[in-house]
C-alpha cells in the first residue's frame, strides 16, 4: 500500500476488476476487497465448466486475486487445491503486476454421480487433500510454499485455517460467487459470473494484541485452553462486522466495494487506498513451450508428434501451440 490513502468517494469508484485495499485506523484492521466481473466471465466461459466447478475456480480466482495483489516484489503466487474428490486439482495463479489466471480439473463421470447425490458442496467435490500457497520470486529464489489440509466446508473456511496456522496473524477471509441470467443488448438471453471477495487482517502496533488462542493439542478436556484466552476486543468487532457480509454485497455491482466498506466501517473511520485492476491474462508463450519440450527426450519427442507435428495446448487459457517435428527433434 504506497499510495496515499483518501477517504471514500474522493477518487471514482473502482468498480469490477479492481482489487482496493483499506485500513481501519480505529479496530487496527487493514485489508484488500474486490469485485470481480468481466474478467472471471472471461476465464470461465473459455473452459466451459459445469456449474459447482466453475463455482470453485470463481471462489479460487478471487482469493488469489485478494492475495496476490498484496505482493511487494516481481514473482507470483500460485493458490492450488488437490484432492480425491470429483474436483481433483483447482489452480489459480497471479502474476506480478496484473495477470490472473485458472482452470480446474475433474471426473465427469464422479461430478455427475456427486451432481445426482446432492453432494455439490466445496468439501465434497474436493474431497480429503490438502489447500497450497506458493510464492515465486524468479528462478534464482527459493520457493516458499504454506499448505493446509482441506479441512472444511467452504474454501474461505479453509483458506482461514490457513492463516490461522501458518502465518499468526488473526485474518477474516470472505467469498462468494452469483451466477447473473440477463439479456445483451439485443435482447438474447445471457448467462455471466461475479463473485467477490475480502481479506481482514488485524494488525495492531503491539504484536502481542495479535496473539490468538493455542489450537488443542489432544492433552486435557477439550476446549479448556481456549477458556483461558481473551481475544482483542477490537478484532472481535472487526470480525462480527466482517461476518454480517452476504454473498449479495460482495457480488452485486450496485453495491459496489466502497459502499461495502462504508457500510461496514464508517463509524471506525475507513480509509481506501488507489485500487489496483486485475486481467485475464496467461503467461504462456510460444518460446515457453518450445523451452519445455527441449528438455524431453528423444522417446517422449516421437511419441508426442502426430502427422509430422506437436501441438500443446495451455491448460489455463486453451491457446494451441504448433510445432513441426524438425523444431523439436533433438539434434
Known amino acids: 500500500m504506497t499510495e496515499t ?9 473502482a468498480g469490477d476488476d479492481h482489487v482496493v485495499p483499506f485500513h481501519v485506523e480505529g479496530l487496527d484492521v487493514r485489508g484488500r476487497a474486490v469485485q470481480l466481473g468481466p ?28 492475495l496476490g495483489t498484496s505482493l511487494k516484489f516481481e514473482g ?3 493458490v492450488q487445491t488437490q484432492g480425491d ?29 456427486a451432481e445426482q447425490d446432492g453432494r455439490t458442496e466445496p468439501h465434497e467435490l474436493l474431497g480429503k487433500g490438502v489447500l497450497a500457497f506458493t510464492i515465486d520470486q524468479g528462478a534464482h529464489m527459493q520457493r516458499y510454499q504454506g499448505i493446509v489440509e482441506l479441512d472444511g466446508a467452504t474454501l474461505e473456511e479453509i483458506a482461514g485455517a490457513y492463516f490461522r496456522q501458518s502465518e499468526q496473524i488473526p485474518t477474516k477471509v470472505r467469498l462468494g460467487v452469483a451466477e447473473l441470467l440477463d439479456r445483451d443488448e439485443n435482447g438474447k438471453p445471457r448467462h455471466r459470473w461475479r463473485a467477490g471477495g475480502m481479506v481482514a487482517q488485524f494488525l495492531p502496533d503491539a504484536p502481542e494484541r495479535m496473539r490468538q488462542p ?23 468487532e472487526a470480525k462480527v462486522m466482517v461476518e454480517t457480509i452476504d454473498t449479495d454485497e460482495l457480488t452485486d455491482p450496485t453495491v459496489g466495494t466502497e459502499r461495502l466498506l462504508y457500510r461496514l466501517f464508517h463509524e471506525r473511520g475507513v480509509r481506501v487506498y488507489q485500487p489496483q485492476a486485475v486481467y485475464d ?8 513451450i518450445r523451452g519445455v519440450l527441449a528438455g524431453l527426450d528423444r522417446e517422449d519427442i516421437e511419441n508426442s508428434i502426430e502427422d509430422g507435428v506437436i ?21
Open 281 to 288: 491474462r496467461c503467461s504462456c508463450s510460444r518460446e515457453k
Open 39 to 66: 474478467m472471471l466471465d472471461a476465464i470461465l466461459e473459455r473452459h466451459n465448466y459445469p456449474l459447482p466447478v466453475a463455482r470453485l475456480v470463481a471462489e479460487t480466482v478471487v482469493l488469489t486475486v485478494l
Open 5 to 13: 490513502a483518501r477517504g471514500l468517494g474522493e477518487f471514482d469508484f
Open 214 to 236: 493455542d489450537l488443542p493439542g489432544g492433552d486435557g478436556e477439550e476446549g479448556e485452553a481456549l477458556e483461558l484466552f481473551t481475544e482483542d476486543d477490537l478484532w472481535s
Open 76 to 78: 507470483k503466487l500460485i
Open 85 to 113: 474428490g470429483p474436483v481433483d486439482l483447482v489452480v489459480a495463479d497471479f502474476s506480478t503486476p496484473d495477470r490472473v489466471r485458472a482452470y480446474a480439473r475433474y471426473s465427469q463421470e464422479a461430478l455427475a454421480t
Open 311 to 331: 501441438k500443446v495446448t495451455c491448460e489455463f487459457c486453451s491457446t494451441t501451440y504448433r510445432f513441426e517435428a524438425s523444431e523439436v527433434r533433438p539434434q
